[in-house]
Every structure is written in C-alpha cells, then in structure tokens.
C-alpha cells in the first residue's frame, strides 16, 4: 500500500524519504555489523564493546521510520514531505503538531530499545 498524504502521527512522508530511511537502515546494519566483526576480532572489553550502540541506533532509527513511515525529525519540526526530496511543507494545526511528536517520541524509544538489545547481545558474547 502506497500512503501518498500526510496523517498526523501516523505519516509523514512518502517515496523518496521512504527510500532515504530504508537506505540509512542499510548503512547503520553495515556499520553495525563491521563494528561488531571489529570489536570481536580485537577481543574487546565487555566496556569497550558498549560501542556498538551508536552504530545500532542508526540502524534501528532507519529501519523503523521506514516501517512506520514516518520520519521522527519531521515530527518533532511539524513537517512532512511527499514529493520532491528537501521540499518540505509545514504542519499548521497544533494538534496535528502535537501527534507527530507524540509519534517521534515513540519512535525514538523504540529505535532505543532495538539497539539496546543489539549491544547487549554483543557485550554478552564471550571473548
């Protein structure tokens, strides 16, 4: 199903922010994955392997925006953008504003807890 229009707190953009999520999401995964090849192949401490996190939110943020299709930047600057990439239109109604960073905030805790579960099964690998 294509969403081709603005709901508040439940979409926020469409196409070619769709496919700049999903390619973020790819980028945290390689990152991720060669930052935990790294840090296992050098037997990094449990501390140093805490590391990992950083790599794992990108990851994680990207892939679920993409999911939910919405982007939790815009939603916390009361913007949207269907069309052209960089063209975006404002949200006017408060309410509506208040929904998408409803939406945003919950979108950071969930990117949160995916890569806090991505670093806790890398700092409990034994090495």
Known sequence: MSQTEYIP??????????????????????????SAATLISAEASRQNRLGIFLPALVMSVGWVQSRKRFCLAYGFAGTFNFGTLGKLSKVSDQADRAADRKTAIKIFAQSALYAALVTAAVVALPL
């Not at 922010?17 to 991720?32: D, F, H, K, S, W």
């Open 9 to 34: 707190g439940t979409c926020n953009i469409g196409g070619g922010e769709l496919t700049r999520r999903r390619m973020v999401a790819v980028l945290g995964l390689i990152l991720t994955l060669s």
